[in-house]
């Protein structure tokens, strides 16, 4: 069972596409959610990363991500252990000059005893401040 997930315009980048798929392919940048996002290695468009992700409780999952990039179109990703192991969903990427705006769609999991609307409302909030920190980070970066 699988919900799936659309929210267009999830964020706009003060960033190139070329600029997106540097920071997507390196890995080691943070996320509050994440203990650690490493990058575990490039092969041709593929890029896998390894993380340990927090639980509400505090205890931590190993993750696998793995983005399949697609310039200048987006990005594919899919997620590997924990709770949403098996999601699949696409960053697709808009330039507006010298910034990108991101929508994002895919399928995840069902979550044993929530529903499809409380799943997707904490999808929507975990990308909701993923993408703020990718934001403020690109802004910080040079």
Request: glycine content about 10%.
């Amino acid at each position: 069972m699988t919900v799936h997930y659309v929210k267009p315009a999830i964020a706009v980048f003060d960033a190139t596409p070329e600029r997106l798929f540097q920071y997507m392919s390196a890995g080691n940048h943070r996320h509050l959610a994440f203990k650690s996002h490493r990058l575990a290695g490039v092969a041709g468009n593929v890029v896998t990363l390894d993380a340990e992700v927090y639980n509400p409780d505090g205890t931590t999952f190993a993750m696998q991500v793995e983005h399949t990039l697609d310039p200048p179109r987006g990005i594919e990703t899919r997620l590997t252990g924990g709770a949403f192991d098996g999601a699949r969903f696409t960053h697709s990427y808009t330039p507006m000059g010298g910034r990108t705006k991101v929508d994002l769609e895919g399928d995840f999991p069902a979550l044993p005893g929530m529903s499809d609307a409380d799943t997707l409302k904490m999808i929507d909030g975990f990308f909701g401040v993923i993408f703020a920190e990718d934001t403020a980070t690109l802004r910080h970066r040079s």
